[in-house]
């Protein structure tokens, strides 16, 4: 599959991604961000493994574990706390600064300096974010607030240590994800149950919603993701971010009322533009998989590509 493929099928999981925050607000019950994120990650993750049949091993437990606390543990709670107590492309637009924290934090792990044109684009989708975040309707909450530059923060660490550690020889994106969705669900239960309690009872659209969430928004998103972030750059997979709080702002304007400026479709457009631009970054060398955080030789590539799991 050439590499423009490789872009749009990921590109598919922020678009997903975006629609959490209507689906969130407007079919799931109040309050219940906890429980909101175990039911999207521990099924999803579950239904994954299920169908792999494949568990980490050796040290590869303690990778999986910590790329499921960054990922799914801790972004999850942050993701659905922010979007409960914000407007959808408020709280979803913040994750536009995920370019940035990547860029800094791929310079600091895996020892990329980062090119001033990858900079000046993330300061473009940052600027774009900044003009949807001011204008957006209803006000800033603090602790919203505070949830979304968090989550994203969480994710783009997540995203780099998956980069730099690479995968288990034989194993695929559907295993990984499978892996890091358990795993982060299985971090969240304890907590949702000591701070939100019993389960609430759910009516036929928060079902439908939850199944949403977990099977198009989750399993499926997460596969893509991390394929794409398997054969793409870390920062070409992150510029794919901004596609979420488009997404969700257009969702917001079409399906829930709120109201878009004119500022605020100058801002989507840099978002936008930053997006694409930074899926045109020249490429010093063909990006190929790493596994157990060693790149492989283009013959091995083939391989094991044949054998690894992929669903």
């Not at 629609?19 to 579950?46: I, S």
Request: aromatic share 8%.
């Amino acid at each position: 599959m050439n590499r423009a493929a490789t872009v749009l099928l990921t590109a598919l999981a922020p678009l997903s991604w975006g629609t959490t925050y209507a689906v969130t607000t407007e079919f799931l019950p109040a309050d219940r961000p906890l429980f909101t994120a175990l039911t999207r990650a521990l099924p999803a993750g579950l239904l994954l493994l299920a169908l792999v049949r494949v568990l980490p091993r050796g040290a590869w437990w303690g990778k999986a574990t910590v790329l499921g606390a960054l990922n799914i543990g801790a972004f999850f709670p942050l993701l659905f706390l922010a979007a409960y107590r914000m407007p959808g492309g408020m709280a979803a637009v913040v994750s536009s600064a995920g370019p940035l924290f990547v860029v800094a934090l791929s310079a600091l792990l895996l020892g990329q300096r980062p090119a001033a044109r990858t900079l000046l684009t993330g300061v473009v989708a940052a600027f774009g974010v900044s003009l949807v975040v001011l204008k957006a309707t209803g006000g800033l909450d603090a602790v919203g607030l505070a949830a979304a530059v968090a989550s994203t923060a969480s994710m783009s660490a997540g995203l780099v240590l998956a980069k730099k550690w690479g995968s288990p020889a034989g194993v695929g994106p559907l295993a990984l994800a499978g892996w890091q969705l358990t795993i982060g669900g299985l971090l969240i239960a304890p907590l949702a149950l000591l701070v939100e309690g019993a389960p609430p009872a759910l009516d036929g659209a928060a079902v439908g919603g939850y199944l949403y969430l977990a099977l198009a928004g989750t399993a499926v998103a997460y596969w893509l993701w991390f394929r794409g972030l398997g054969r793409l750059s870390a920062t070409q997979v992150t510029f794919l971010a901004p596609l979420s709080p488009l997404t969700a702002a257009v969702v917001g304007w079409a399906a829930l009322g709120e109201a878009l400026t004119a500022l605020q479709l100058v801002g989507m457009a840099l978002a936008f533009g930053a997006t694409v631009a930074g899926q045109l970054t020249p490429r010093r060398a063909e990006v190929t998989p790493v596994v157990d955080g060693r790149r492989e030789a283009p013959e091995k590539v083939v391989a094991r590509r044949g054998a690894a799991v992929e669903g």
